[in-house]
């Protein structure tokens, strides 16, 4: 596989997501940059995320007049100019200050939508200034007044969906985890002395304060509000034993759209049409919950042989191309959320950062597209691609 040999920090001169990638490496504090990038246990799953698309050729037609193309697609009721939705991370501000917000910018200058962690650093009200398409990620929380109080805030604030995590009611096995900290929220004494080879991202912190969990703090007891015990206290708060009955639950208390995230069975996409998800979100959690999961790719055809024309599926996975997001597409896919590519871009530059990595998927997108003979996503199936 080529591997980029560039290792400057111009995040302008980056051609690829993986460049911008090696630069968050570089100012990031291991602590901080393992969080972005590592997987569960062996991370076979987060290997074949992107191992998956490998598995697919291209299959061109040539002699077509390709002058003139558009990325448009239509996504939950209006049109966006290409097919990609920012994935919801936590603890944004880690990677740059205010990251939530410069994500949401940069969204938003895109034309597509941006979805805000419940774990984000920035408060809901901020984020809704950046204006565009906004979505709120949800972990069902116990405490339901902490549930209300983000749904009637974010419905305030404008936010046209909810995207309801599923797939991380059990802690996962993140040994990378194990090494960076002694003890939940404290840092190995290797790790704060590894953040002294990082100044500017320290000058940063020590200007802007330890990145909090903004939305819930008004809920959280005043024994608790040092950064560690805020920490635990929210992690605290998710709900182990969350079922269908919560979606139902859900469903009543919030009227815009809904889509469930964390779906990878046929089943379970049926049962969520049957509650009234207007669409779901086919993820294994970035490779970073269940080990040795299938890919979201794999299973995408079977559920957009069924579902597709009934309810929006997104995908997300392993995206680091152009030509990444044309093959989901082609496998029936609505749209595609990516996560871990433009927060590289965050990391590597805050919100000029996050613009850039947008910039460079759409030119890929809009490259492979003009390659294969096809003027628009509508001329885009499996017909294109050779399968191993």
Request: with cysteine.
């Amino acid at each position: 596989m080529k591997r980029s040999l560039y290792s400057g920090s111009d995040y302008r001169c980056a051609q690829t997501i993986e460049e911008l990638e090696g630069m968050a490496r570089r100012r990031l504090p291991h602590f901080a940059f393992q969080y972005i990038f590592s997987g569960a246990e062996d991370e076979v799953s987060l290997a074949w995320n992107r191992k998956i698309f490998e598995t697919m050729r291209f299959v061109p037609n040539t002699l077509v007049d390709t002058s003139r193309r558009s990325l448009a697609v239509p996504l939950m009721g209006a049109p966006i100019p290409l097919p990609l939705v920012i994935a919801p991370t936590g603890f944004n501000g880690l990677s740059w200050p205010g990251g939530d917000v410069a994500l949401a910018r940069a969204a938003a200058a895109a034309g597509i939508p941006f979805t805000l962690s419940t774990f984000s650093t920035s408060r809901i009200e901020d984020v809704a200034r950046a204006g565009g398409r906004l979505w709120l990620q949800l972990y069902i929380l116990r405490n339901r007044d902490i549930v209300r109080n983000l749904l009637e805030r974010a419905a305030a604030a404008g936010f046209e969906a909810l995207v309801v995590t599923t797939d991380a009611n059990v802690s996962s096995g993140r040994e990378w985890d194990k090494r960076s900290y002694r003890a939940p929220g404290k840092l190995t004494l290797r790790c704060r002395l590894e953040t002294l080879l990082h100044p500017h991202w320290l000058l940063q912190i020590l200007q802007n304060g330890v990145p909090q969990i903004a939305n819930v703090v008004d809920f959280i007891p005043p024994e608790q509000r040092s950064t560690v015990r805020r920490a635990l206290f929210i992690s605290s708060q998710v709900q182990r034993d969350i079922h269908w009955e919560d979606i139902r639950g859900l469903r009543d208390l919030w009227k815009g759209k809904l889509l469930i995230k964390g779906v990878l069975a046929a089943d379970d996409a049926r049962r969520a049409l049957q509650l009234g998800a207007d669409g779901i979100v086919l993820s294994n959690h970035g490779g970073r919950q269940l080990e040795t999961c299938v890919s979201p790719l794999q299973v995408l055809p079977e559920i957009a042989g069924e579902f597709r024309d009934k309810m929006t599926l997104i995908v997300d996975g392993g995206f680091r191309r152009g030509g990444d997001v044309v093959k989901a597409m082609a496998l029936g896919a609505h749209a595609v959320m990516i996560g871990r590519a433009t927060l590289y871009g965050v990391a590597a530059a805050g919100e000029p950062g996050a613009r850039h990595a947008l910039q460079i998927l759409t030119a890929e997108i809009d490259r492979v597209l003009g390659m294969l003979g096809r003027r628009s996503f509508t001329e885009v199936d499996e017909k294109i691609l050779f399968r191993d």
